[in-house]
Structure formats: structure tokens, C-alpha cells
């Protein structure tokens, strides 16, 4: 019986230690879930795991903030953000600049020092050096009258990481070391693996192989730790970078190739074109280290060529004059004098002393091997007096210090340590005695409700059995409302089904009332039509008819698209067929003030109420093949004329087809155009150049819409048809269209 009771209390002390910790995961798991309810929290989640999500729940905060509220100051933070990583910078700089102004009307120091800190990550990658050290500077003094430790190191390491590029080593590792110190006393490992990696790049420059490796294992270790739990590969691919470059500088040249083919399928697979032509850079290097001068060229060719697309001045100087390289060590002069020049004028704009040294030294051997010893001689007193004021000679010594300083702070800690520990031990064992107590307590009271229950478990089973009775019937209730849903289900799709096959017959309705291909084939020979609703029927429409030996022609974009904009269309091919067909108005201002006042009549559109802001913009041209005039009038769409390979753009009137805001029911304007013979005509709706795509998202645009016209004008209307189309798709890729579009082109022959 002793032994029986024993038991229970040590049984019902598990259960309830269990229990507490079930308790205390389940909290732990509702504060995660809490802590991503909102747009911002997910926001902010995303920016380094998935940059595109992170984008979407910034700008949906950013439509529910108001000015002058933090919430809008820390949207547009994590939209410049997330550009940032997707290393979009244009995008990044202006909305890290919208976030810094939304901070003046609130006038928050600690959002202030993170904006100008990713201010300055921005324009370091864009290789605008000073405004990025300025932009760190200026964040460090903010940091500093906070007493935030953790971003005062923050603002240290990237000072250091220009003092780097700027070839001030001295600089560079006292930032460094000091930044290091403040993230092994805060126990920050991400803070720690990155400041070690720079000071890995610190010794590899000073030809300190054996300590770069130390501090880069220190820095990887922890990175890919980082890539394990959370997916984030961004650190360890860094260092498997600086992997490469070390054994290349140490001569392991298989190595430092293997380490960079990593590096480069890495930044493939991310699509960080960045990353991938500084990698090429280093696997040039490699190739030119081993002797392979034409396979060195290949990867450095190919890595100029991205730069140059992607428009970044980063390692520009370093490759000009890698690729001279190859040129002397082949024997072409000439152009490893090129290219020489091209890597000194970089270097002098940038201000990056390291490769003004390196150029100086090389254009010295250069002029040398030519027999030019004023030139060779001048180059190298340049290269000898730079890297005399390069010489790193006190980073040993600021090492030793910094280790040394350490080792005092930790013996001065543990006594301060040991004295806790007593302290702790004893407020521990107070906690256990009152646990016991507090804990015999409870058992005693279990063992009472055990006991009471007992008697109760036969009065318990039989309401067990009644409870099964009425979960059967609940089972039951449960599978008719299933079947109940089902069918509701199968009556939404069918309703569905119902609204597609009506919107398909809109769509053929449509199609038949604007002109057919046989009438426009009677009056033009040569023609295009590109017409793609966005929806299944189209708020554009195109409409040809020829009275009185005229051609009217025109293309409208009406209010909306899909179903709206279809009845505007239909709406406005009715009243167009009465205006010219029946009443035989011929003149194009005609035209569209009666088109107007019919639409302003059928609407219920006034100047007092407009709540009804619906109409149409267009463009219309009247042709008369007999005298080879143009006669033109436009809603704010206008029309492209190209002769010759010139592009004339006749202007419409600033006002549309409807009620505006300044509607004084002025008439719309005419203008006329002698036509020659091949001259192309085209007349279009928004659609097109409105359209976003390309790498970062941006409107095709007006310019690049006027292109396609004027590069592809001498060739037939149906072969400008494919290539919109092409041109569209490329442009497009897996963006959603925004808009109907509709462009209607006619040679006139």
C-alpha cells in the first residue's frame, strides 16, 4: 500500500510537469501566430526569405495607412527593403526616400537610423561610395545618442566595409574590431559571422591566408547554421565566395574554382544577376592565374556585358584592368593599353586606392615592355608612393590588443560571475523548497479528486452512453448539412457556368458589330488589327465605315473593361453608326461633340451631379482618298503617322468623351495631314504602353510603344501584328494584364 501511493505521487508529479510544458509550448506557438497577424509583421518576415511576398503585404499596408502614421513609415520601409534585396535599387532608393520623408512629419530617431543605414547598403551596391559612408555616418551618431548596442555595431561594420574599399585598412579593422566586441558581449551570432567575414577579407588583402581562413570558418559555421533553420542562403554563399578568393590569392587554384562554380549556380538559381557577374569576375581571375587567357576572356566579357546591362559600376575598375591583363600576358598592347585606361578612369572616379595601385603597377609593365621608360618610370613612383601609404602594418597589433582587452574584461566578469552564481544558487533552492511544498499540496488535493471520481465512474459511464447516443445523432445532422453544402456547390458552379457561356455570347455579339475583316479588306489592302481584351469582351473597340467616298475611322477606350466597358463599346459603336452612317456628318469635331453630347443624354451626366463620370477617350480620322487629306479630332488619344521612318504624332484634345472636371462644352479641335503614298497610320487605345513587365516592373512606356512603329515601319501590317504580339509577350511574361488593348494600323497606299 506504501509502495501504491508512492507511485501515484511520483506518476501525478510527471503528469503535471508535462503538462506545465504543454501549457507553455502552446503559448509559445499563439505568440508566433500572433506576432504575424499583421500585414507588417508578414512584411517584414519575407523581406530576406521571399522579397516578391514581402512586396505584396507592403503595398496592401500601404493602401490602409494614412500620412503621418508609422505604419505608412514602416511600409515603405519594407518596400524599399525587399527592392533592395531583389537588388532593384532605383525601386529601393525611392521608397527608402518616402520612408525617410513620412519619419519628418513623426520624427521617430530609432526608424531614422534604419532608413539611413539601408540607405546606405543601397548605394554601396550601386558603387556611390561617399553617399554611403555619409549615410552610415550619420547613422552611427543616431545609434550612439540611443545607446543601441546592436545597431551601433551595425553602422561600425559597414563604415569598415568602405574604409575597405577606400584602402584605409588601418580604418577598417579598428571598425571592425570594435564592432566585433559589441556583438560578443550583445551574443549576436548573425552579427558576429559578418563582421568576421570582413575581416577575413581584411587579412586575405594583407596576404594573411592562415588568419582569413580562421575568422572565415568562424563566419561560415555560423552562417550556414542560419541556411539550416531558417532557409536564408545569402551569408553562406557570401562566404563560400570569400572561399574562392583566398585560395586564388593562396595559388589553390582548383579549389578556389570549385568554390566559385558553387558561388555562380547559387546566384543562378536565385536570379541575382549581381551576384552572378561578380562571380564571373572571380572565375576570370581564376582562368587568367592558370594561363587560360581565352577562357579567362570569355567569363570576364560575359561579366561586362551584364554589368553593363544591369548598370553597375561595382568591380568595374578591378575587371577593365584583369582584362588588360590578359591582353599583355598575350601579347596584344594595344588593347591591354585600352582597357588599362578604362580601369584607371573608373578607379579615379570611384576613389578606390587599392585598384588605383594595382592599375598604376600595370600600366608601368605596359609602357616598359614598350620601351616608353618616362611613361613606365611615371606610373611606377605613382604605384610605389600608394602602396607605401597602403601598408597595413597595425592590424596584428590591433588583434593582440583586442584579444588581450578581452581576456581582462573576462577574468574581471567571472568574479562578478561567481558571486551571481552563489546568489542564484541560493534563490534556487528557496524556489525548489516552496515547489515541494506548494507541490505536496497539489497531490494531496489530486488524490482527493481521484478518489471522489472513483465513486462517481459508474454514474459517469452511463452518461458516457447517453452521449454516444446524441453524437450518432449529431453524425447524422452533420452528414445532411455536408450534403446540403455539396449541392449548394454544384448550384454556384452551375451558376457559374451560366454567367461564362452569357459573357461568351456578349463577347460573339460584340465581335459581330464591329467591322468585319471583308469590309476592311475592300477599303485597305495592307492592315493590322491587335485587339486583346483583358477580360472576355472589350471595353475598346475599333470602327470603319466609308461614306461619301470618306474613310471614318476610329479607336475608343472606353470607362472600365469586361462587362461595363463592353456596353460603353457597344454603346459607343451605336451612336457612331447613327452620327456618320444615317446623319452623315463627315466632319471628325463634328463627330465627337455630337458623340459627346449623346453620351453626356444617354448617361444622365450633368455638371452639377457627376457621380456618372463614365465615358469614352478616342481617337478619329477622317480620310479623303481624292485630295490624300488626314483630318483628325481626338478624346486624349492621339494618332502616329510614320513616312519615312519618322514618326508624326498628331495631338488630341485634353478632354474625353463624357462629363470632366472642366467641361465648359468647349468643341473639339481639327487638324489636318497630307498623306503620301506608304505612309503608315495607327490608332490605338492605353492598353499597350501601360502594360507593366521587364526586369523591374515598370510601364512599357510611350517611348518604347513609338519604337516598335518607327523600327518596323517598312514592313507589312501582318508582320507588325506578330511582333506586338511578341513584343507584348516578352514585355509581359507572367504579369497579369492590366488593361483591354487595342491598336489599329493602316498603310495607305
Known amino acids: 500500500m506504501h509502495r501504491g501511493f508512492r507511485f501515484i505521487i511520483i506518476t501525478l508529479l510527471f503528469i503535471a510537469l508535462a503538462a506545465s510544458q504543454v501549457v507553455q509550448s502552446s503559448e509559445r506557438s499563439s505568440v508566433d501566430t500572433l506576432s504575424k497577424t499583421t500585414l507588417l509583421d508578414e512584411a517584414a518576415y519575407y523581406t530576406n526569405r521571399n522579397p516578391s511576398l514581402s512586396i505584396e503585404y507592403a503595398k496592401k499596408a500601404l493602401e490602409q495607412s494614412s500620412e503621418g502614421e508609422l505604419n505608412r513609415l514602416k511600409a515603405y520601409y519594407y518596400l524599399g527593403y525587399a527592392h533592395y534585396r531583389e537588388n532593384n535599387y532605383d525601386s529601393a532608393l525611392y521608397f527608402l526616400n518616402n520612408s525617410r520623408e513620412e519619419n519628418k512629419k513623426i520624427n521617430n530617431t530609432g526608424w531614422q537610423a534604419l532608413i539611413i543605414n539601408r540607405l546606405g547598403n543601397t548605394y554601396q551596391l550601386m558603387g556611390d561610395y561617399e553617399r554611403a559612408l555619409k549615410n552610415y555616418q550619420q547613422a552611427l551618431e543616431l545609434n550612439e545618442q540611443a545607446e543601441e548596442q546592436q545597431e551601433i555595431a551595425r553602422s561600425l561594420t559597414n563604415i569598415g566595409s568602405i574604409y575597405r574599399t577606400f584602402g584605409n585598412f588601418d580604418e577598417a579593422i579598428q571598425f571592425h574590431l570594435r564592432a566585433l566586441e559589441i556583438y560578443e558581449d550583445l551574443e549576436a551570432t548573425e552579427g558576429i559571422a559578418w563582421t568576421s567575414l570582413n575581416i577575413a577579407r581584411l587579412f586575405k588583402l594583407n596576404g594573411n591566408y592562415q588568419k582569413a581562413l580562421e575568422y572565415l570558418d568562424k563566419s561560415y559555421d555560423i552562417y550556414k547554421g542560419i541556411t539550416e533553420k531558417q532557409g536564408v542562403q545569402t551569408g553562406e554563399t557570401l562566404c563560400l565566395k570569400e572561399y574562392g578568393l583566398i585560395y586564388s590569392r593562396a595559388g589553390e587554384l582548383d579549389k578556389a574554382l570549385e568554390h566559385s562554380m558553387t558561388v555562380l549556380e547559387r546566384n543562378k538559381e536565385n536570379d541575382n544577376q549581381y551576384g552572378v557577374a561578380s562571380t564571373l569576375i572571380d572565375i576570370g581571375k581564376i582562368h587568367y592565374e592558370n594561363g587560360e587567357y581565352d577562357t579567362s576572356l570569355k567569363y570576364l566579357n560575359d561579366a561586362l556585358s551584364l554589368k553593363k546591362k544591369l548598370e553597375d559600376q561595382l568591380e568595374l575598375p578591378s575587371l577593365l584592368r584583369l582584362m588588360g591583363e590578359n591582353y599583355m600576358d598575350k601579347g596584344e598592347l594595344d588593347l591591354a593599353s585600352q582597357y588599362y585606361l ?54 596584428t597589433e590591433l588583434e593582440m590588443q583586442y584579444e588581450f582587452e578581452k581576456e581582462h574584461e573576462k577574468f574581471r566578469f567571472e568574479q562578478e560571475r561567481k558571486q551571481e552564481l552563489q546568489e542564484a544558487k541560493l534563490k534556487r533552492q528557496r524556489i525548489i523548497k516552496w515547489a515541494f511544498i506548494v507541490g505536496f499540496i497539489l497531490v494531496s488535493l489530486l488524490l482527493f479528486l481521484i478518489y471522489r471520481n472513483y465513486k462517481r465512474k459508474i454514474e459517469t459511464n452511463k452518461q458516457l452512453e447517453l452521449q454516444k447516443e446524441e453524437i450518432e ?58 485587339y486583346k481584351p483583358k477580360n472576355i469582351v472589350s471595353g475598346d473597340f475599333y470602327w470603319i465605315s466609308k461614306v461619301r467616298g470618306k474613310i471614318i475611322i476610329a479607336a475608343a477606350d472606353c470607362t472600365g473593361h469586361g462587362v461595363p466597358g463592353a456596353f460603353m463599346s457597344m454603346l459607343g459603336v451605336a451612336f457612331l453608326n447613327d452620327i456618320v452612317n444615317h446623319n452623315k456628318v463627315l466632319k471628325p469635331e463634328e463627330i465627337l461633340n455630337r458623340l459627346r453630347k449623346d453620351v453626356i443624354s444617354a448617361l444622365h451626366q450633368s455638371v452639377q451631379n457627376r457621380s456618372s463620370r463614365d465615358g469614352m477617350d478616342i481617337s478619329l480620322s477622317v480620310i479623303d482618298p481624292d485630295e490624300n487629306m488626314l483630318y483628325f479630332s481626338g478624346a486624349y488619344n492621339p494618332a502616329y503617322i510614320i513616312r519615312s521612318g519618322a514618326l508624326h504624332e498628331i495631338k488630341a484634345d485634353r478632354m474625353p468623351i463624357g462629363i470632366h472636371s472642366a467641361y465648359k462644352d468647349t468643341s473639339f479641335t481639327i487638324k489636318s495631314f497630307e498623306l503620301k503614298p506608304d505612309d503608315r497610320i495607327y490608332l490605338f487605345s492605353d492598353g499597350f504602353y501601360d502594360q507593366f513587365g521587364g526586369e523591374r516592373g515598370l510601364k512599357f512606356g510611350r517611348k518604347a510603344f513609338k519604337n516598335i512603329f518607327i523600327e518596323h515601319y517598312n514592313k507589312s501590317m501582318a508582320e507588325q501584328n506578330k511582333i506586338l504580339g511578341e513584343t507584348l509577350s516578352e514585355w509581359q511574361k507572367n504579369r497579369p494584364q492590366i488593361d483591354d488593348i487595342m491598336i489599329l494600323g493602316i498603310h495607305y497606299a
Not at 598604376?360 to 611615371?378: F, G, I, P, V, W
Not at 445532422?477 to 458552379?493: G, M, S
Open 342 to 395: 578604362q580601369s584607371l578612369e573608373q578607379a579615379e572616379k570611384q576613389g578606390l586606392k587599392g585598384e588605383l595601385k594595382d592599375v598604376y603597377h600595370a600600366l608601368s609593365r605596359l609602357y616598359r615592355q614598350t620601351d616608353n621608360h618616362e611613361k613606365a618610370l611615371e606610373y611606377y613612383e605613382l604605384y610605389s608612393g600608394l602602396k607605401d601609404s597602403l601598408a597595413d602594418q597595425h592590424t
Open 473 to 530: 445523432t449529431q453524425r447524422d445532422e452533420i452528414e445532411a448539412q455536408r450534403d446540403l453544402a455539396t449541392k449548394q456547390r454544384d448550384r454556384i458552379a452551375r451558376q457559374n457556368q451560366i454567367i461564362t457561356e452569357s459573357i461568351e455570347y456578349a463577347r460573339r455579339i460584340q465581335k459581330a458589330v464591329l467591322p468585319q475583316e471583308d469590309n476592311i479588306r475592300d477599303l485597305f489592302h495592307d492592315y493590322l488589327i491587335f
